[in-house]
């Protein structure tokens, strides 16, 4: 995706993501709060005082709110687009999982349990290497694999029958 088709807002909102999740934003905010604690005997402790770091810290977590809210919504769709792009390239996946998280709470608890009884059945082997294992891994490759490569070889001959007619 090109950068330059971002608006300013959106562009904005990364930087501000990033520096606000660095070390120097929490050195920052420290030397802020060393200074302000520092200049008390300054101001004799007077209400003023502490009204500017009430209302500074306030005014920071509410923009904060937001920021983070936003930064969690298109973190939260890019993990949903990777997750359905694997489900949909896995050709034993369900495709009725793809975009599950528009359901109710209710059809989502339901499928919950139904994922928890095939944990309970995964439990019950022993040996966690049954299911899971390398070889295991590789002849589900392999036959991913040799799948894909049929299906394409039967797509290509059809693209040749179209020709020829």
Not at 3 to 29: H, P, V
Not at 96 to 101: G, M, P, S
Request: proline residues 1%; negative net charge.
């Amino acid at each position: 995706m090109a950068n330059k088709d971002k608006s300013i807002f959106e562009k904005f909102s990364d930087w501000a993501t990033k520096f606000t999740g660095s070390s120097y934003a929490f050195l920052g905010a420290t030397a802020i709060v060393v200074a302000w604690a520092f200049s008390g005997p300054v101001f004799h402790y007077s209400e003023t005082w502490q009204l500017v770091i009430n209302t500074g810290t306030t005014i920071i977590t509410f923009l904060m709110v937001f920021l983070i809210q936003k930064a969690q919504n298109k973190d939260s769709k890019a993990i949903q687009i990777k997750l359905n792009e694997l489900l949909a390239a896995n050709e034993k996946a369900s495709n009725r999982i793809v975009d599950i998280e528009d359901l109710t709470e209710k059809e989502l608890d339901q499928l919950h349990c139904y994922y928890e009884k095939l944990a309970d059945f995964a439990e019950e082997d022993n040996d966690i290497h049954t299911s899971h294992s390398i070889d295991a891994a590789k002849r589900n490759q392999n036959y991913k694999h040799d799948v894909f490569k049929r299906k394409h070889e039967e797509w290509l001959q059809k693209q040749e029958q179209k020709k020829g007619s």
